[in-house]
């Protein structure tokens, strides 16, 4: 059970905008920044956005973060086939001390 | 161009310890407003957080970890290491290891990922 929550699956066609969302706490998302990182079948995670809505250089702008509250959401706009992968969002957590991570959300692109 | 490359056992007896080193190359991992992270990922499942090092040796782990886990910083190598003791097989899974990069805002410093390793699969077997 992760400390985050994530949905498990979403999905949408070719130039369609998704969200994705991430659910915690105020001793997590409540209280800190959150990152959202993407992860292709077989490979490493790669940062998406950092600090709720920053995007590294080379993301596409068709990707963007937000924050309020004790939630977080991934929205992607114009979906491609690409962009079919799996997301986590993560962030510290004061009372555990520690960095907690969503269960992640498997984007399917129809 | 900052690489993080894993290396260790890819097989780890019960009751053992796992040690895993991540070497860096392209940075010193001396600098500062770094963290250098653990994350694991069993078959199938999601990400989990082992724990973090700064260069000066401070160090912060997962509390379900906490008691099984040592995270160390080797300026001379350039390089970290995780070592993970009592293991079983729910400690089977990929091992990354990554760069936490800090940013000055407000009144804190926060952290993102911004540079992993390849990962490393470990299984834990007899």
């Known amino acids: 059970q992760s400390v985050l929550t994530q949905p498990p699956s979403a999905s949408g066609t070719p130039g369609q905008r998704v969200t994705i969302s991430c659910s915690g706490s105020?001793?997590?998302?409540?209280?800190?920044?959150v990152n959202w990182y993407q992860q292709f079948p077989g490979t490493a995670p790669k940062l998406l956005i950092f600090?709720?809505?920053q995007r590294p250089s080379g993301v596409p702008d068709r990707f963007s973060g937000s924050r309020s509250g004790a939630s977080a959401s991934l929205a992607i706009s114009g979906l491609q086939s690409e962009d079919e992968a799996d997301y986590y969002c993560a962030s510290w957590d004061d009372s555990l001390n520690g960095v907690v991570f969503g269960g992640g959300t498997k984007l399917t692109v129809l | 161009q900052v690489q993080l490359q894993e290396s260790g056992p890819g097989l780890v007896k019960p009751s053992q310890t796992l040690s895993l080193t991540c070497s860096v190359s392209g940075d010193s991992i001396s600098s500062d407003s770094y963290y250098w992270s653990w994350i694991r990922q069993p078959a199938g499942k999601g990400l989990e957080w082992i724990g973090r090092?700064?260069?000066?040796?401070?160090?912060n782990y997962n509390s379900s970890l906490k008691s099984r886990v040592t995270i160390s910083v080797d300026r001379s190598k350039n390089q970290f290491s995780l070592k993970l003791s009592s293991v079983t097989a729910a400690d089977t899974a990929v091992y990354y290891c990554?760069?936490?990069?800090?940013?000055?805002?407000?009144?804190?410093?926060?952290?993102?990922?911004?540079?992993w390793g390849k990962g490393t699969t470990v299984t834990v077997s007899s």
């Open positions: 990554a760069r936490d990069r800090g940013q000055w805002l407000g009144n804190y410093y926060y952290y993102y990922k911004d540079v």
């Open positions: 090092a700064y260069s000066s040796g401070s160090t």
């Open positions: 600090i709720n809505n």
């Open positions: 105020s001793s997590n998302i409540g209280s800190n920044i």
